[in-house]
């Protein structure tokens, strides 16, 4: 079973598995069909996270992260004056991080494939060169962005001005360029002709990215974040993601109430909710980063009992102020789119994967020649302390600009073990909000026993302590008891029309169950 966010990537995924490739094959092929049908997110000029399970229960976790540029400095996003300037994070050359995916595509098959690259790659290739049609929400997206970056991006000398449900795209450089990758892998986007485009589109327009940075990009395996919520083990990213070891500060802390009692999207359980995710992103906003240029407590983040008195501080009948929150004391001796989707092959191997250019089609720009997108992960770092970045999050030295840094991310792609035996694959874009929107849907699974196509689709809130408002998704009546009472405690509350787009599988009685998000075209294809 493949879930992800567009039907075409998700049937090239079963067609991998059909052909008796294994899950990491199919992740693999679906990255690469993303990165033609799926541009505001798919990629090949972004990066992610990957983590899996194989049948025997030994799980890998691959960082395919961007990094700064070796030229990159913490002060580069600044005026002489020390302010910074605006949009230079997320829209110039300078907001590109040093991609990460295709390294990582080919670290994953080096380990796990079973098909081989060739094979994976085709069905991208045919995509671009056969063309493809577009969905209605993919047509109004493209000309959405269109309107908005026409200043500062140069995709409309690719993608037409105006498209309209059911338009076919033809994509012929980006063909070019992933034949390149299909025929010399790794070289055939760090080194040659693309990587001379990548490295001339910087030279021209004021970017830092050189054929240096291309050489010395690697992706890492690292160890994943294993923790546990009841019964069930829980798989997910390690740094410099910040999901794994959020996610299990908030189900750790969870754990300390009876959300079953409490009942899904009751009083009691929102605000419960609501405060966890707050403690533990403050702590996100002081203490983590790229874990290559620190040493970060990460230990002493989910130890069970700092967790313990952190829960302390809240309080049943009133809310928090963001103000009167801080990141916890520690024992420091120790030591706008984005997608995910979710695999499960016949020999029970599982995968999950996010993968992102960061912003909705990265930075704009687009390779010369080379007919891809950059991301603008850059913006991911935390340009100056305690400026917001397009999430809102904040941070400080931890996560300062550095050569070669990784930024911090949210990315959680994560996979459940209940009993030894795997239980549920899930994962969602969203920045900030993907970590919270992970954790309340591993709630609705486990506590309040929904199906995983109800859990998925249930209507989701997020706080991450700075701004200090509940974003509530509108699905939550404006007017309910819920949303009344939660104004009484002190909460603010800010609605937004929809939050993330999860993709999970679940395992159940011997039987994969797909959750696909309806707030997106993604699909569940299976066979
Ligand atoms: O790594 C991160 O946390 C962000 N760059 C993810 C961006 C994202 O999820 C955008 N999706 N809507």
């Not at 313990?308 to 102020?321: F, G, T």
């Not at 603010?492 to 959750?515: C, E, I, P, T, Y």
Request: proline share 4%; glycine share 8%; with cysteine.
């Amino acid at each position: 079973m493949v879930v992800s966010a567009h039907p075409l990537a998700s049937e090239i995924g079963v067609n991998i598995l059909k052909k008796g490739g294994n899950a990491a094959d199919a992740t693999i092929a679906v990255q690469f069909a993303l990165a033609v049908v799926y541009p505001s997110a798919g990629n090949i000029g972004g990066g992610g996270f990957f983590v899996y399970r194989e049948n025997n229960g030994h799980c890998s976790a691959l960082d395919f992260r961007e990094k700064a540029p070796l030229m990159a400095s913490p002060d580069m996003y600044l005026d002489s004056n020390n302010n910074v300037v605006k949009d230079l994070s997320l829209y110039s050359h300078l907001a590109v991080g040093v991609p990460g995916t295709v390294d990582g595509m080919v670290n994953i098959h080096n380990k796990y494939g079973q098909l081989p690259w060739v094979e994976l790659v085709q069905p991208a290739i045919d995509l671009a060169d056969n063309g493809f049609e577009l969905t209605k929400r993919e047509a109004d997206k493209l000309n959405r962005f269109n309107k908005r970056n026409n200043t500062n991006n140069n995709i409309s000398e690719y993608y037409k001005d105006h498209y309209l449900e059911g338009d076919s795209i033809f994509l012929p450089q980006l063909s070019t360029t992933l034949t390149q990758i299909r025929d010399f892998k790794r070289s055939g986007f760090y080194k040659g002709e693309v990587a001379q485009m990548l490295v001339n589109e910087m030279k021209i327009n004021g970017g830092m990215i050189t054929q240096e940075d291309l050489d010395s990009y690697h992706s890492i395996w690292r160890k994943p974040i294993i923790s546990y919520y009841k019964d069930y083990k829980v798989i997910s990213m390690s740094l410099p993601s910040s999901g794994g070891i959020l996610l299990t500060q908030m189900l750790k802390m969870a754990e300390h109430y009876p959300l079953r009692d409490y009942g899904f999207h009751s009083l009691k359980s929102v605000h419960v909710m609501t405060e966890i995710e707050k403690l533990s992103f403050a702590d996100r906003a002081k203490y983590l980063g790229d874990p290559d240029f620190y040493d970060f407590p990460e230990k002493s983040l989910m130890d069970s009992l700092y967790l313990l008195k952190r829960i302390n501080k809240i309080k049943m009948d009133s809310a928090l102020l963001s103000s009167d929150v801080h990141a916890g004391e520690l024992n420091l001796k120790e030591s706008e789119e984005t997608t995910h989707f979710s695999i499960v092959d016949k020999y029970g191997n599982a995968s999950s994967l996010t993968t992102t250019l960061n912003g909705s089609f990265g930075s704009g720009i687009v390779v010369g020649g080379a007919g891809f997108l950059l991301n603008n992960e850059m913006d991911d770092f935390s340009i100056q302390p305690g400026y917001p970045n397009m999430y809102g999050l904040v941070g400080g030295e931890a996560n300062s600009v550095e050569p070669s840094k990784r930024m911090l991310s949210s990315m959680t792609p994560t996979i459940l073990e209940k009993d030894g035996k795997l239980f549920m694959v899930l994962g969602t874009p969203g920045g900030s909000t993907i970590i919270t929107a992970v954790f309340q849907t591993i709630i609705n699974v486990v506590e309040y026993d929904m199906d995983i196509d109800q859990a998925v689709n249930s209507p989701r809130f997020h706080h991450q302590w700075y701004p200090d408002e509940i974003k509530m998704e509108k699905g939550i009546a404006k007017d309910s008891n819920l949303v009344l009472q939660l104004k009484a405690m002190g909460h603010q509350l800010n609605f937004v029309s929809s939050m993330n787009r999860v993709d999970a599988v679940v395992l159940k009685r011997n039987k994969l169950f797909g959750g696909a998000d309806k707030r997106g075209d993604d699909l569940v294809s299976s066979y």
